[in-house]
């Protein structure tokens, strides 16, 4: 769960850089698929992960919308400002909190119960997903995209035995 | 860990039922980004995912090319015949296995060493960052993609007080 949440964090950290080579027209520039864009997405993705943290502990979610941060040091400043609550969240999660029910209200009047652990993961999900179209909208403007690995980023130590 | 799989697993389902409804030529046409195409993407998908874990057990991975499978059937197939071994070796995962070194001879003669832990996430993101490559080329054609969405698949019981 950490770990997942940590390569998210890296992954977007390469982002953003990859971001600062690229010019704002291209960064705001509506796309197929997705939210529609590459800055748009990068907001999508901080508030979608902040907005189920802060519903997991009973707080509202974030109701801003992305005209208000249409520029990458915003959106950067945006991820600076969440991250240490939502890091503190990850950092404090224990097995007892996986199966903990979520009520979530739909309009239609049901309610949606969903575990905690369904909730992170569906968070982590959520970001690597927004990331792959990121990657096809790089190669439209002819750019590499951030590399997807997970494995090098030296995020668990193997166990050597001496 | 195993949540995420059957997440995948899900959701690569629904991608093959939903190439049903898309004519042949769009499924192998070359497209910008990835491995360049949705067909060749869903193949990828399996094979990494095959190669990995049968590199974990120290056999050799999946040597055949995507020309030999270019049509929804045979992923499918190919997909069905690995994964009775893939889901034995996801059940099958225990907390000493996350810490386990795997060795992986660089073409340049250096040896990279990532934790088997490391290795099964990757696996993990790789198909969810692919999926995402998917969505576009949807929309793309028309289509509306697959939904990316973890929760309400029922994946965690939460656990309701009675």
């Known amino acids: 769960m950490q770990t997942m949440f940590r390569y998210n964090w890296l992954v977007r950290e390469e982002w953003y850089r990859w971001c600062e080579d690229v010019s704002v027209e291209e960064l705001q520039r509506t796309r ?6 590459i800055l748009h997405t990068l907001f999508h993705i901080i508030d979608v992960e902040w907005s189920w943290i ?6 509202s979610g974030f ?6 941060y249409n520029g990458l040091e915003k959106v950067r400043k945006l991820d600076a400002a969440f991250r240490p609550e939502v ?4 950092q404090s999660w ?5 199966t903990r029910p ?4 739909r309009p239609n009047g049901t309610m949606d ?13 959520h970001q690597i997903h927004h990331v792959g179209q990121l990657s ?6 002819g750019k590499k995209p951030v590399s997807a690995n997970l494995v090098g980023k030296g995020l668990i130590n193997p166990q050597l035995l001496s």
């Open 32 to 37: 197929t698929g997705g939210v529609g864009g």
């Open 54 to 59: 802060q519903e997991l502990q009973g707080k």
């Open 102 to 105: 979520f009520f979530d209200p």
């Open 63 to 68: 109701q801003e919308s992305f005209e208000s």
């Open 87 to 90: 890091e503190e969240f990850v």
């Open 136 to 141: 096809v909208w790089a190669r439209e403007i």
């Open 113 to 125: 119960v969903d575990a905690w652990g369904e909730v992170m993961r569906h968070v982590i999900a």
């Open 94 to 98: 224990e097995l007892s909190m996986e």
